[in-house]
């Protein structure tokens, strides 16, 4: 898929690794759509950049739609990242008694459930569009975690929701391979976002530290190059990549 004069939706596109791709897609001349559920940096960056910006929690059927016709409208979507997703961490059971099942829910109803709207969504607006090259007609970058394979200790909620990204991954890439839609999935190590950033620099520190190599936190322009890379390679398809400089992640 070329980049360059192809629309694109980033949802979850207003900080962390989703301004990162949204900077790179502009770069490299796509018509790139913000959506996010943070109005206040989503307009911020759409004003700064010169491109669309549309209110969006992906656990909305209605505002993920308006979204993807919104990115849609002049070109047909091409391009759909979802990097829209929280954490939460805390034991299935402990001296408290049990998780409780309302952020088990929400941590699943946004970064799983919310996922697979936006890939449903959008591959229903790329199938409208007219096949390219290798009869290609859009690809989508979904974003798990390296949680979903090595969660540790107090993260079952956020570990079930992303693998449950992964598990998604090359079924969805099946069902959309007649139409020419590949689906793929990004999944991050210890990134520097916003996530991280409240934490003391020292702790920070040492997270990267524990990287094998390079001994450091990742950037989000190095997701967003990924990202772009899944774009235009047109043989990536079904995979879910580690993103994650050969960390695997200890029990604590």
């Known amino acids: 898929m070329r980049i360059e004069g192809s629309s694109a939706l980033v949802v979850g596109g207003a900080s962390g690794l989703g301004?990162?791709?949204?900077?790179?897609?502009?770069e490299q001349g796509a018509t790139v759509t913000i959506a996010d559920v943070n109005a206040e940096k989503g307009t911020a960056l759409a004003a700064e950049l010169g491109v669309e910006f549309v209110a969006c929690d992906v656990r909305e059927e209605t505002q993920v739609q308006a979204a993807v016709e919104r990115a849609a409208a002049d070109r047909g979507l091409r391009i759909a990242v979802c990097c829209a997703g929280i954490g939460w961490a805390q034991k299935v059971a402990g001296s408290k008694g049990p998780h409780p099942l309302m952020p088990f829910e929400t941590t699943i109803q946004i970064n799983l459930i919310?996922?697979?709207?936006?890939?449903?969504?959008?591959?229903?607006?790329?199938?409208?569009?007219?096949?390219?090259?290798?009869?290609?007609?859009?690809?989508?970058?979904?974003?798990?975690?390296?949680?979903?394979f090595d969660g540790q200790i107090g993260q079952i909620a956020y570990s079930a929701s992303k693998g449950g990204v992964v598990g998604m991954t090359l079924p969805a890439a099946r069902d959309l391979a007649q139409q020419g839609i590949r689906v793929n999935t990004i999944a991050p190590g210890l990134?520097?976002?916003?996530?991280?950033?409240?934490?003391?620099?020292?702790?920070?520190?040492?997270?990267?530290?524990?990287?094998?190599f390079p001994r450091r936190l990742g950037t989000p322009d190095e997701y967003a190059a990924l990202a772009c890379h899944i774009v235009e390679n047109r043989m990536l398809n079904g995979e879910t990549i580690r993103l994650d400089g050969a960390l695997r992640m200890p029990p604590r």
Not at 199 to 211: F, M, Q, S
């Open 191 to 212: 990134f520097d976002t916003p996530l991280l950033a409240a934490l003391p620099e020292e702790t920070r520190n040492k997270l990267g530290a524990g990287v094998p």
């Open 114 to 148: 919310g996922t697979f709207n936006v890939l449903r969504l959008a591959a229903t607006a790329m199938i409208a569009s007219e096949p390219l090259e290798d009869g290609e007609r859009g690809v989508c970058v979904n974003t798990a975690s390296i949680a979903a």
């Open 19 to 26: 301004e990162a791709t949204v900077r790179r897609l502009h």
